[in-house]
């Protein structure tokens, strides 16, 4: 794969401070009323997340030729989703992790209660930004409603929700092909899809917005597709999972694949769009 790790590895961190900065900007201090609560949000939020959703919504913005300032509260409010997520997916009734991005999990350090309240507080955070002064004179309300409803939708029951649940609903089952399929596009490819989407919405994107779907759509799948194999070369099992059902080389050859489709995808968005395929070959080529 073609990457320029020196100039990727600069561009991530780039950006990935920009969202940072915003982000604890954005969220009430740890000291604010209900103190435990902003303690609870804030612990999780910054507990050294990669930021790939943000990071390729704010390139989106830039494939279409958009100031990716103009996106940045969006690619936050995206964070906050996902930070959400981890945190529920954590908690005993889900998955029962203990560890979460090097750190004992939110409800290990907070309780369950406090965990279940921290996640639906960063969801909520996450539409009350797009709604509020943020973005207010930089995006016009008819834009703010389309992120609005491409974020609450691919959250939610149609999205990540519905995978969510079709993952742990599972119970022993053997699964089939399109059962993981479905369960990779949706737990994880919807939100990864609509940060292209509302990056590219954003950016004042319209020609370009069904090729980068289609980029997303694929990097989103590609992604829990290399998740898959990097969990079946550790211990995890695998039965739910790419490698559970087509092997370990299968997969990545999958991967491998759609990281090709997807650069073909965005190919008539040139040099605009070099970020995005760099970002493609990061998510395909990630060791954790
Ligand atoms: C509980 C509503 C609800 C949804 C959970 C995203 C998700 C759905 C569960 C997380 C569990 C998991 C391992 C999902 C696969 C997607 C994935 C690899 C998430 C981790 O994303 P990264 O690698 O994490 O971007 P960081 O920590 O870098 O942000």
Redesign the pocket.
């Known amino acids: 794969m073609d990457i320029d790790q020196q100039v990727l590895s600069r561009y991530i961190t780039k950006r990935r401070t920009a969202v940072n900065r915003f982000l604890r900007a954005y969220l009430p201090a740890a000291s604010c009323n209900p103190s435990l609560l902003h303690k609870a949000m804030r612990y999780s939020l910054f507990a050294g997340?990669?930021r790939?959703r943000p990071i390729l919504c704010l390139a989106a913005c830039e494939a279409v030729g958009g100031k990716p300032e103009i996106a940045l509260p969006a690619a936050a409010a995206i964070e906050l989703v996902?930070t959400y997520?981890?945190i529920?997916?954590d908690l005993p009734a889900?998955d029962n992790d203990d560890y979460r991005?090097g750190k004992p999990t939110n409800h290990k350090m907070f309780g369950d209660a406090t965990a279940i309240l921290a996640g639906d507080a960063l969801l909520t955070a996450a539409f009350t930004l797009i709604a509020g002064q943020e973005m207010a004179n930089s995006v016009t309300h008819k834009t703010r409603l389309s992120v609005i409803s491409e974020l609450g939708t691919a959250a939610g029951s149609l999205g990540?929700?519905g995978g969510?649940l079709a993952d742990i609903a599972h119970n022993g089952q053997k699964p089939t092909f399109k059962q993981v399929q479905y369960i990779h596009t949706h737990?994880?490819g919807a939100l990864i899809r609509a940060s292209i989407r509302i990056g590219a919405l954003l950016g004042g994107g319209v020609t370009e917005m069904a090729a980068l779907t289609r980029y997303g759509e694929k990097i989103g799948l590609a992604f829990?597709i290399v998740?898959d194999v990097l969990d079946a070369k550790g211990t995890h099992n695998t039965d739910w999972t790419y490698p559970g059902v087509i092997g370990l080389r299968a997969s990545e050859a999958e991967a491998g694949r759609l990281y090709q489709e997807a650069l073909h995808d965005i190919k008539p968005l040139g040099p605009a769009a070099e970020p995005l395929r760099q970002l493609a070959a990061f998510v395909v080529e990630r060791k954790k």
Do not use: A, P
């Open positions: 997340g990669k790939i996902h997520s981890l529920h997916d889900m991005r990540m929700v969510q737990k994880t829990q998740d």
